[in-house]
C-alpha cells in the first residue's frame, strides 16, 4: 500500500554558438559577437511517497530540488557590458537565477473492471519563481530581467492500457503557461 522513491537527474550540459548583431534600428553602439557557449540543464533532486489504500485508488506527494543556478554557468555577454557601460565593471555576476524546491501532490483513480483499464488523475503542484533577473545597476536590464511571481499549477491526466501500448494524455494549467502533453508506450 505504501511506495517511497527518489530520483538524481543529472542535466545535460551541450555547446551552441551565441550570436548578436545589430539591427536597422539599433541606436546602441554595441560589439557584435559571435562565440562559442555552453547551455547547463538544471540538475534535479527528489524524493516521493504514495500510498494506495485500494488497488483502484493512489495518492501521491513528491518533493523535487531544482538547481536553477545552474543556468547562469558560463554565462554569455551577448550584450557587450564593457562597451555599453565603460565607466562601470561588467555585470556578468548581476544575471541571477534561485534554486527552487516544487512540492507535487496527485491522485489517480483507475477503471479496472473495464476491458481496458482507464485512469483518471488529478494534481496540483508549487512553481517558485526561477526566471533570470538582473541585480544590477542598469535600469533597462531591470526591467526586462525581473523576478516572477510564484505559481501553482492544477493538472488534469486520463490514461489507457492494453497488453501491447499505454497511453497517456495530460493538461497542466497556470496562470502564465498551460501545457498539454501525449504519452504512448508500444511493447513489442
Known sequence: TWSVGGVIRQGPDFTFRARSERGPGT???????????????PDVYGVGIAFSPEDAIRIT??????EYSDLTQGFVDIFDF????PSRDPELESFKVDDA????????????QRPTPI??????????????RFEGTNEGFRAVFRPRSDETHLSLGVGFSRRKYHVDAAFDFSQR?????LSVVARY
Open 27 to 41: 541606436s546602441l553602439d554595441f560589439a557584435q559577437a559571435d562565440q562559442p557557449a555552453q547551455f547547463h540543464v
Open 61 to 66: 506527494l513528491d518533493y523535487d530540488r531544482v
Open 82 to 85: 564593457e562597451t555599453l557601460f
Open 101 to 112: 524546491d516544487e512540492i507535487h501532490v496527485g491522485f489517480e483513480y483507475a477503471f479496472f
Open 119 to 132: 485512469f483518471l488523475r488529478v494534481g496540483a503542484w508549487h512553481d517558485p519563481d526561477h526566471s533570470l
Open 177 to 181: 503557461v498551460s501545457t498539454a502533453s
